[in-house]
């Protein structure tokens, strides 16, 4: 009886320890996320291709014209959005007072003038004396204070004629100061371009300084923008370019490298390039945003 049990015993733990042996074996970690595909990175890296750089359209020439002298102002010519040429006059300011001026200032620069006239005519004639009073001299017909006399009003003379001389420099020179004060008084335009508003209104009395006008060219058209030094040395002069607007979508420019700002500005760590555009500018417009695509050049 006792040998039975030991039999069935021992075969139970035989049978036991087959079946552990043919056990599959779990996975060590079953809720482990997957790893990032490499090709993703790769492509997010190759769509990082360029730059785009945004700004505003911009013209060389674009001045805000400002008043030279206080007064009223007496006729406005041209308003906003005329085209004018060099020299246009827009406007004129009361300049009956100055004009004034001027021609008395006028008046007294003739009066110097026919004055220098009869000192130099008087000269001659005391040259003459004297050349007459040598002559005597030589003769023995006249004392030497008589010489003398002849000689020192012909020096006299000459130190008269510069006096007048330079008082009539000084009336020329305040005739001519009147007459840029009076050219003050005209605001004209500085460049060809077109008038893009205007701040008075006839009759409005003006100080120093006081914007009249906005003129502004229309060509050609220009944009400035600041790159990273990353970039730096490999924008050149004359490279093209293209640049949009978001609000004229249908329109694309060449546009090529003007300047090329020589450092790079060490608190921002970024340099300055400006370019022209090339061709029609279409419905561009100075101040308008425009957009510009830079490669990364990789």
Known sequence: MRSLVVAIASGAVLFAAG??????????ITNAAPAPA?????????????LIVTGPIIVEHQVELTAQRDGVLAKIFFDAPARVKTGTILARMDDRQIAANLEAARAKS???????????????????????????????????EQLQHAQYSA?????????????????????????????????????????????????????????????????????????????????????????????????????RVKEVSPVVDPSSGTFEVLVELTGDRGSLRPGMTANLRVENFR
């Open 155 to 255: 020096e006299s003379d000459q130190w008269d004629i510069k006096r007048i001389t330079e008082t009539l420099n000084t009336a020329n020179d305040e005739e001519r100061s009147l007459e840029l004060e009076l050219e003050k008084t005209k605001i004209t335009a500085p460049f060809d371009g077109v008038i893009a508003r205007r701040y008075v209104r006839e009759g409005q009395s003006v100080n120093k300084g006081e914007r009249l006008f906005w003129v502004t060219a229309e060509a050609p058209l220009m944009m400035r923008f600041t790159l990273p030094e990353r970039y730096f040395g490999r924008v050149q002069p004359r490279q093209q370019f293209e640049i949009t607007s978001s609000d004229l979508p249908g329109e694309k420019h060449a546009a």
């Open 110 to 144: 003739r009066s110097i003038s026919a004055d220098l006239k009869n000192w130099e005519a008087q000269a001659e004639v005391h040259k003459a004396d004297y050349g007459r009073a040598q002559r005597q001299w030589d003769l023995g017909l006249i004392s030497q």
């Open 19 to 28: 079946c552990g042996e043919n056990r599959p074996t779990a996975p060590a």
């Open 38 to 50: 490499p090709k993703a990175t790769v492509a997010a890296e190759a769509a990082d291709t360029g």
